[in-house]
């Protein structure tokens, strides 16, 4: 990985989370999903970066063995547009996850379901694992397969709880840890 690939995961994630903070993100047939009070900004983290970097190095096109990267979730997919850039796969990659809100959306409390987890047609736990609210830390990986780019990313602490908000309603930065806020985004500073 490169910085400016790292760049491209980062302000792609923080960009979209920020929408979401606001409010200004379709939720499928729901309408506009609710605003965050404690989304928090992410880091990127290099540790979580060799983590997915052992998993895209795999070109396997599915999860890693959740043994194998403890104390991270993992988003991954498939990329075929081999013509783009790293910087240019990784937006692409992020906003794809991004996208199952929008096409599928969540649920008007936004709460991870059961359901959720299972599903197999109507998919959004790729954009939850980008959208819950205390995911703090990102680190990603691009692996040129043949004929793909595989895309891994490992988010910590995890998110995807059954019976759990992917975030707080409310206004955005209303509910950040120490009223560390940064108003022009809605996203909480990280401690």
Not at 49 to 70: G, I
């Amino acid at each position: 990985m490169n910085p400016s690939t790292r760049k491209a995961f980062l302000l792609t994630h923080n960009r979209l989370r920020s929408r979401l903070a606001k409010g200004n993100e379709p939720n499928g047939n729901f309408g506009m999903a609710p605003p965050a009070a404690n989304m928090l900004k992410m880091k990127y983290d290099c540790n979580a970066e060799l983590s997915a970097m052992v998993a895209s190095r795999t070109c396997s096109q599915k999860l890693s063995p959740p043994e194998t990267r403890p104390g991270y979730k993992e988003n991954f997919i498939t990329i075929h547009k081999t013509y783009l850039d790293l910087p240019q796969t990784a937006r692409h990659a992020s906003e794809r996850w991004w996208r199952q809100l929008s096409k599928f959306g969540a649920n008007r409390q936004m709460r991870f379901t059961q359901a959720m987890r299972t599903e197999q047609t109507r998919i959004i736990r790729n954009w939850g694992k980008m959208a819950w609210h205390n995911n703090a830390r990102l680190g990603c990986a691009i692996t040129r397969c043949s004929g793909f780019s595989f895309v891994v990313c490992h988010y910590a602490p995890g998110g995807n709880n059954i019976g759990e908000n992917f975030y707080t309603i409310g206004t955005a930065c209303s509910m950040c840890p120490g009223n560390m806020c940064d108003q022009s985004t809605g996203l909480c500073e990280s401690p």
